[in-house]
């Protein structure tokens, strides 16, 4: 153990967004005539990205998904901060990482990510944050975790990948870097059943522990 590069996931990992995201897609929805859905459906379609949100929430319904996109994005871009927080223990444990260099690895798209990363007072933690357009494949694809450490200038035996979804835990295994799986996020253990994290989590402040 002990690693001098902690690459985070963000939804379910470092903060819950999971009423936000709900009242947004709730938003959308309405403008189609759609009816509501719950938070533990909508939970359960986060982590692939927007558009990947947005087509199973939609489902089968006869509406453009572009339109639908963007009738999301306005909706949630509304209400970022209405009730979305850091869950206990992240300022202190990102605090006591100290000079780790630190990054954020996430399928939200990057101006979402930072926007709620500023409001938060988070951003100023991490030397880096990757969203999901900011390249070509997101999660599970190798792309930013790669650029990550290339940009860090450390080796990957000394690299860990956090994070509480199937994606984070197949990134790291697909780069060859360790994984901590944190079980307090949006994820249900048996999504990574198949899958064999190095540490799992259930709480932030066990990370430091690790690290």
Known sequence: MGYDLCIFDLDGTLIDTRMDI????????????????GVD????????????????C???????IEQAISVFKAAYSSR???????????????EQLGGRYKAVLTNKSYDLSKAITDGLDLSHFFTLIIGGDTFDLKKP???GIEYI?????????KAVMIGDGRNDIL?????????IYVTYGFSKKDIIKNLHPDFMINDPL????IC
């Open 171 to 179: 990134t790291a295994e697909n780069a060859g870097v360790a994984s």
């Open 22 to 37: 709900t009242a947004a897609v709730n938003d959308m929805l309405s403008n189609y005539d759609l009816g509501k859905k």
């Open 58 to 64: 939609i489902m089968d319904n006869r509406a453009d």
């Open 41 to 56: 459906e909508v939970t359960g379609y986060v982590g692939d990205g927007i558009r990947k949100l947005v087509e199973r």
């Open 206 to 209: 066990e990370l430091l522990d």
């Open 141 to 143: 694809y190798t792309d």
């Open 149 to 157: 450490i290339k940009h860090s200038g450390i080796k990957k035996e």
């Open 80 to 94: 970022l901060l209405e009730t979305t927080k850091p869950y206990p223990g992240v300022f202190r444990m990102l």
